[in-house]
């Protein structure tokens, strides 16, 4: 089983480093380099020992890009759109990303919103009351995470993994997996440590 999962939000939100905290386990600290265009990243979860591919799509926030990552919109099943918790900018331009989502991607792509960088507390400049107001406004899951301490990067790739397998595959017995519950659930279970690394 295999799906596409795209990565969006404004030039510097951390789309990249929250890619390769993902798959590699590591942060990209150091010098800042944009993605040109789109690059590509595989990583395989198991999710009810069942293996799951994950092929994702890591675009440039750059808006000279914009023209070669609206032709990918249409093949992903699921969006992790970005904001920077310390860069109100990115934050308000969010509404502006969901209007090009609903213009070219999927009608029912799942969209997840992340609050990232959220290790940098002395720099916020959005709480994460804003952040979970706009998601509840839009009906998308929310969470933030920090591509550096990685807090909630695995929870946030899992629920999406999750999602689509229980929507290809629903077997007749199991509950109807709910997204938000699963999320708030296993954020229970970490509150100890502040979120899933
Ligand atoms: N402190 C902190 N810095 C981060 C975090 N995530 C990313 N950064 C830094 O933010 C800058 C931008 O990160 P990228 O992942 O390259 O940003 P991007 O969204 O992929 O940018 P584009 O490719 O231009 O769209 C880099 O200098 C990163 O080191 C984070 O969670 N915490």
């Not at 993994?161 to 229980?166: F, G, I, N, P, W």
């Amino acid at each position: 089983m295999s799906f596409h999962v795209m990565l969006l939000g404004d030039s510097a939100v951390g789309k990249t480093c929250i890619l390769v905290r993902f798959k590699d386990g590591a942060f990209l600290g150091g010098n800042f380099i944009a993605t040109v265009g789109i690059d590509f990243r595989n990583k395989v979860v198991t999710v009810d020992n069942m293996k799951v591919k994950l092929q994702m799509w890591d675009t440039a926030g750059q808006e000279r890009f914009r023209s070669v990552t609206h032709a990918y919109y249409r093949d992903a099943q699921a969006l992790l759109l970005l904001y920077d918790i310390t860069r109100k900018s990115s934050f308000d331009n969010i509404r502006a990303w969901l209007t090009e989502i609903y213009e070219y991607a999927q009608k029912d792509v799942v969209i997840m919103l992340l609050g990232n960088k959220s290790d940098m507390a002395a720099e916020r400049v959005i709480t994460h009351e804003e952040g979970e107001k706009l998601a509840k406004e839009y009906g998308v899951p929310f969470m933030e995470t920090s591509a550096k301490t990685g807090v909630n990067v695995e929870l946030a790739f899992h629920a999406i993994a999750r999602e689509l397998k229980h929507r290809n595959i629903q077997q007749p017995h199991e509950p109807k997996f709910k997204i938000h519950d699963y999320i708030e659930s296993e954020k229970q279970k970490s509150n100890c440590c502040g979120g899933i690394m």
